[in-house]
């Protein structure tokens, strides 16, 4: 079925203070869709109202916000058209030294938070017989980078929910899609260095984190024949929202293909030995 025209398919986009989610505003907007932008910090996403986006606050670990963004929006419209679930909190380190606290953000955010939404819009979505929720995942979801077993953790969850709830809502009009991009150059970079647990003396872990913030710094730039850009990623989620037949994952950029399509078939024993010469010598 074509989706009907942008003017009267609102969306509904959480986490655009930077990256993926900012970028995503931008582009609905444009397209000419009532484009709803959220953020924890108001001020983050004041500027996107000089582009015709909507702002509300909305975090998605706090029940009471995200039930308010919801209605605002079926206020105007009567139901969220298009749900972008873009939030998204990074832990990395190794296992034995991340923060536990800090993991529970992680899946409040990229997890919970995410199912939480997708609670709130699928009803006005019922009614209107129509809807896309649009989930941001990652390569992350599907192959495993040591140091970072937390995230990847919560991405494979996005892309197990994503494939779940898939066929238990396309026969109501609702489609549903994961986007799996590879290394994004984004702020988010930044937030992981964050997230590593600073090196102490005699620390057991000081050569691998060292080497896994040179990695991460290599594949996660412009410069980086892995990375692509936020807009690019925007571009992929409005096309699954606009697609008649949308698909069910999408991988952005040629490497996230390849990463997805070869990686899986390589053997657990050489990765290993491939990591442990990368991370550790």
Not at 203 to 222: C, G, I, Q
Request: aromatic share 6%; glycine share 8%; with cysteine.
């Amino acid at each position: 079925m074509t989706p009907p025209p942008p003017a009267s398919r609102p969306v509904l986009i959480t986490g655009c203070s930077t990256g993926i989610g900012r970028a995503t505003a931008l582009a609905f907007a444009r397209a000419g869709f009532p484009t709803f932008a959220t953020a924890r910090n108001l001020d983050d996403i004041a500027d996107l109202r000089e582009v015709g986006c909507e702002t509300l606050w909305l975090d998605v670990t706090d029940e009471e916000s995200m039930g308010a963004a919801v209605a605002a929006v079926e206020a105007r419209f009567g139901a969220v058209a298009i749900l972008v679930n873009n939030a998204g909190f990074p832990v990395h380190g190794p296992i034995e030294q991340i923060d536990i606290a800090a993991v529970r953000t992680e899946f409040e955010t990229n997890v919970i938070g995410l199912i939480r939404m997708t609670q709130l819009v699928l009803p006005g979505m019922r009614r209107a017989g129509i809807g896309r929720v649009i989930n941001v995942g990652s390569t992350a979801g599907r192959v495993i980078l040591p140091g970072a077993g937390a995230y990847h953790a919560s991405k494979f969850a996005v892309g197990a929910i994503s494939r779940s709830i898939r066929p238990e809502v396309g026969p109501l009009g609702i489609e549903v899609s994961n986007i799996m991009p590879g290394p994004v150059e984004t702020p988010f970079l930044q937030k992981m260095f964050a997230s590593i647990p600073e090196t102490v003396a005699n620390d057991p872990y000081a050569t691998f984190k060292k080497r896994l913030k040179e990695l991460m710094r290599r594949t996660m730039t412009k410069k980086s024949l892995l990375s692509v850009s936020a807009d690019d990623v925007a571009n992929v989620i409005l096309k699954a929202a606009t697609a008649a037949r949308p698909r069910g994952a999408y991988a952005p950029g040629l490497a996230a293909k390849v990463v997805l399509l070869f990686v899986p078939l390589v053997p657990a024993w050489f990765m290993d030995r491939a990591y442990r010469r990368i991370l550790w010598r």
